[in-house]
């Protein structure tokens, strides 16, 4: 008897802790280019629905500070171009045939979850790319993590109950991974993935990348 194990999902894991001091340092003013623009943001909001009294002490929860695009920072040129080299590695050992192709940036971002708790991401994708990932630079047992969600429809749909949500097999529905500073991840950007609930226990910071592979005719307009 033979099984075979078609249709798999990669998903690669690197560590790269020797740059995540120096990542945090440059990432700290697109952080703080934020801040304050969020908060007025999610403020004007909640003060259309929550009397001051209820908003009193909660100025920040819930909220994650998200940066604008990152990728021309010059401080991160290593991190993009490692990423860049490491995604098109990533498409190739699959079995793609990127001969007429070229990998960039479609949007990279650093963000980070509020100390005062509640910063989560529900299960989504990301549109027309081909590789995304996170490079974690602030995190700890006790900070949110990545949850990736079975992409097969069709196993969705006819899912049965598994044994033990806490062992990786053929039945699982989500898989997380407890992240590491200065650990990196790549993975196919149909696979949906969320951040569950952050109680803001500890700092959790990370860089989120999406890659998208052109058609090099496209680039020289042929």
């Keep these: 008897m033979v099984i075979e194990n078609l249709f798999e999902t990669p998903i690669l894991i690197i560590e790269k802790p020797e740059w995540a001091d120096k990542i945090i340092k440059v990432t700290d003013k697109h952080i703080n280019e934020c801040k304050s623009t969020t908060i007025s943001e999610v403020m004007e909001y909640r003060n259309k629905i929550y009397t001051e009294d209820e908003l009193k002490n909660k100025k920040e929860f819930g909220v994650s500070y998200h940066s604008k695009s990152i990728e021309n920072d010059i401080g991160l040129n290593e991190l993009t171009t490692f990423i860049k080299k490491t995604s098109y590695n990533f498409l190739d050992n699959q079995g793609f045939d990127l001969k007429d192709y070229s990998l960039f940036f479609t949007e990279m971002w650093v963000q980070e979850f509020a100390k005062a708790g509640g910063g989560y991401?529900?299960?989504?994708?990301?549109?027309?790319?081909?590789?995304?990932?996170?490079?974690?630079?602030?995190?700890?047992?006790?900070?949110?993590?990545?949850?990736?969600?079975?992409?097969?429809?069709?196993?969705?749909?006819?899912?049965?109950?598994?044994?033990?949500?806490?062992?990786?097999?053929?039945?699982?529905?989500?898989?997380?991974?407890?992240?590491?500073?200065g650990m990196m991840i790549f993975f196919p950007s149909y696979l949906g993935h969320q951040f569950p609930l952050d109680l803001g226990v500890d700092d959790f910071r990370f860089i989120h990348f999406n890659l998208q592979a052109v058609r090099k005719s496209i680039l020289n307009n042929d």
């Design 121 to 181: 991401h529900d299960t989504h994708f990301h549109y027309d790319n081909h590789v995304s990932g996170f490079y974690f630079l602030k995190c700890s047992p006790k900070t949110s993590c990545p949850v990736f969600q079975d992409p097969r429809n069709g196993a969705l749909m006819a899912r049965l109950p598994e044994k033990n949500k806490e062992v990786k097999s053929y039945a699982s529905e989500q898989i997380n991974i407890k992240p590491k500073k």
